[in-house]
């Protein structure tokens, strides 16, 4: 004998089971590819504005370098001064002695040019003194750093925020630190701050 046919019922069933399968896989398919789309999306905006801050527009200026000798080290420049405000940010590791980190704002608005501690943590502070001076010959912008004492050879990194100013030619650019002259006669001091070794911890 042959099986029967299953009944009618069944039947219904089974063709409402596979339209809604198929249902619910054309709607799962259209989900990947809105989340994939989304997903590319997201990542090419936060490529674009990684690249806007810390590229492209300048907004960051970072420089690398060691350290090791007592006396005054150029970490950054700018083209002409007072308006060009900024936050300078430093970082040494250490070989020996143990390493230090700093965070300082320096305003400049025409005549008026200051620096703030905004935070700083010293397991031995050396960075004792910041400044900035005025180059004319050379229409050049500095910021100083004095380390007071020799010691053995430390990484340092200089990063500067906010480096963009009103005007292209004034941004802040990071440099390599420079053991500079103590002297700076024939250059104007626009600003100087004594350095805590640990604010506000």
């Known amino acids: 004998m042959y099986p ?3 009944p009618p019922f069944f039947c219904e069933v089974r063709e409402a089971f596979h339209l809604v399968t198929r249902l619910l896989l054309h709607k799962i398919y259209h989900m990947q590819e809105y989340i994939a789309n989304t997903a590319s999306f997201l990542f090419h905006l936060l490529s674009s504005l990684n690249t806007d801050i810390q590229g492209v527009k300048g907004y960051v200026s970072c420089a690398r370098g060691v350290i090791a000798k007592q006396g005054w080290y150029r970490i950054a420049k700018a083209g002409g001064y007072g308006y ?8 040494r590791g250490y070989f020996a002695p143990g390493p230090e980190y700093q965070k ?3 305003v400049s608005v025409y005549n008026i040019h200051s620096f703030k501690s905004l935070i700083a943590v010293s397991n031995v502070h050396m960075f004792i003194k910041i400044r900035a001076i005025w180059d004319e010959a050379t229409n050049t912008e500095y910021i100083e750093l004095y380390q007071d004492r020799d010691s053995r050879t430390n990484a340092f990194l200089c ?5 963009l ?3 292209g030619s004034g941004n802040w650019k990071a440099i390599p630190p420079e053991l ?3 002297n700076i006669d024939n250059m104007k001091l626009l600003a100087e701050l004594d350095l805590p070794a640990n604010n506000p911890i």
Not at 159 to 163: F, G, N
């Open 165 to 167: 100013c009103a005007y």
């Open 84 to 91: 060009n405000s900024c936050v300078i940010s430093i970082k």
């Open 104 to 106: 300082i704002q320096f």
């Open 4 to 6: 029967s046919a299953p």
């Open 180 to 182: 500079t002259q103590e």
């Open 159 to 163: 990063s500067i925020e906010d480096a």
